[in-house]
Each structure stands twice: as structure tokens, then as C-alpha cells.
């Protein structure tokens, strides 16, 4: 089954206390992408990868990092987090680029920071 | 910058009546478009989208959405809701290849 999986799904923790949000895709995609959905605001882009090795910032990238290994991994790192990225995380991925092709999201996850 | 405007974060309907949810969109190039839905509890799904041809495109679910230029809108409907239709829908706008610009969201409540 093509799917997008995302872990963890729920997670609380603490100021500062470092976390990795893992995604994986099965389907071979080249563009992956993270987005963050808060209240009143939709889903605002984190981080974008066109291909491995190859990330770029989107419209929110301060206190996250990616990285692109591999084509199917593509995970989220918040260093140091802080109360204000609390908020539900999506990671998507596309068979090309975003322009005009389906993005396959994943179930989602969601992040506390207390 | 393309941006995407959703009138009404919460549309109510009852069971059979007409849904019509609205997205206007600003876009400098020709637009592609797009209408995702989320279950509680779930990522996004695709709904359907307009990338050249057809003005008129339909989805899953029985849902069709209309792009119009002149008026710079894909508003989506569904001629009869379903109590299974209640969820959030998002209409988006691809801006360059990188990334797609999401409305706030519409929270779509079916009453029986």
C-alpha cells in the first residue's frame, strides 16, 4: 500500500529537550516536504527535498532542520524546541514536483512542548 | 506570492442539502489548484484538482468544483450531503514547484 508513515504520531516533551520526527515514503518519490498546521492558519511549508541531498527552506524553517539521505527518509529535527512549535506536523512526498502533481500526506503528528 | 482566501472557517448543512464551500485564490501565473480534504484524526487526502483543461472537475465523493478566471475562484460543492462528508476541507494553490499554499480551512458540519 502506498503510504506516507509518520512517528511518532503524539509526542509531549520539554523545552529544549532535542526530538526527531521521522517520515517514510514507499512510493519512490523525489519531492518530500513538511508542513506544520496550526489553527486559523492552514498548513504553512517547514522544509522542502527535491531529491537526496538536496533540501531548501519553505515559509517557517526557524528551530527545524531536515535532512534527505535517502530518497525515502526524511526527517524533521527540532534541536532545541520551544512552546511555540506546538502544533501538528505533516510530512508529504510527490512523484514530482509540486506544481501540478498529487501530494501524499502522511497521518500526521502531533507535538506538545511544555 | 500566491495566496488562497476560504470564506467561512465553519459551513453547517443539513443531510441532502447543497455544499458549497469557497476559495478564491491570487496567483500571477496560471494557477494550479487544488481542494484536499481531513477526517478528524487524519492527514489530507486529495479531493480533486484543475491543472488545464476542463474548467468543471470532479472528484471523489461526488464532489465537483468550477474554476472560473474572470472570477478568480474554485469554489467546491456536492449537490447532497452525506453525514460522512463532515471534515475539514482545504483549497490550495501551487506556487512555483516547490510548494502548495493552503487556505485556513473550512470545517464542514452535516446536522441529520
Known amino acids: 500500500e502506498a503510504q506516507v508513515t509518520q512517528n511518532p504520531r503524539y509526542l509531549i516533551t520539554v523545552t529544549g529537550k532535542k526530538l526527531t520526527v521521522t517520515c517514510s515514503q514507499n512510493?519512490?518519490?523525489?519531492?518530500m516536504s513538511w508542513y506544520r498546521q496550526d489553527p486559523g492558519l492552514g498548513l504553512r511549508q517547514i522544509y522542502y527535498s527535491m531529491n537526496v541531498e538536496v533540501t531548501d527552506k519553505g515559509d517557517v524553517p526557524e528551530g527545524y532542520k531536515v535532512s534527505r539521505k535517502e530518497k525515502r527518509n526524511f526527517p524533521l529535527i527540532l534541536e532545541s524546541p520551544s512552546p511555540n512549535q506546538t502544533s501538528l506536523y505533516f510530512c508529504a512526498s510527490s512523484p514530482g514536483d509540486f506544481s501540478g502533481n498529487t501530494i501524499y500526506f502522511g497521518e500526521g503528528s502531533w507535538l506538545t512542548v511544555v | 506570492a500566491q495566496s488562497v482566501t476560504q470564506l467561512g472557517s465553519h459551513v453547517s448543512v443539513s443531510e441532502g442539502a447543497l455544499v458549497l464551500l469557497r476559495c478564491n485564490y491570487s496567483?500571477?501565473?496560471?494557477?494550479?489548484l487544488f481542494w484536499y480534504v481531513q477526517y478528524p484524526n487524519q492527514g489530507l487526502q486529495l479531493l480533486l484538482k484543475?491543472?488545464?483543461?476542463?474548467?468543471l472537475v470532479k472528484g471523489i465523493n461526488g464532489f465537483e468544483a468550477e474554476f472560473k478566471k474572470s472570477e478568480t475562484s474554485f469554489h467546491l460543492t456536492k449537490p447532497s450531503a452525506h453525514m460522512s462528508d463532515a471534515a475539514e476541507y482545504f483549497c490550495?494553490?501551487?506556487?512555483?514547484?516547490?510548494?502548495?499554499?493552503f487556505g485556513t480551512g473550512t470545517r464542514l458540519l452535516v446536522s441529520p
Open positions: 512510493m519512490n518519490h523525489e519531492y
Open positions: 490550495a494553490v501551487s506556487e512555483g514547484f516547490q510548494k502548495l499554499v
Open positions: 484543475y491543472t488545464t483543461g476542463a474548467t
Open positions: 496567483s500571477s501565473v496560471p494557477p494550479y
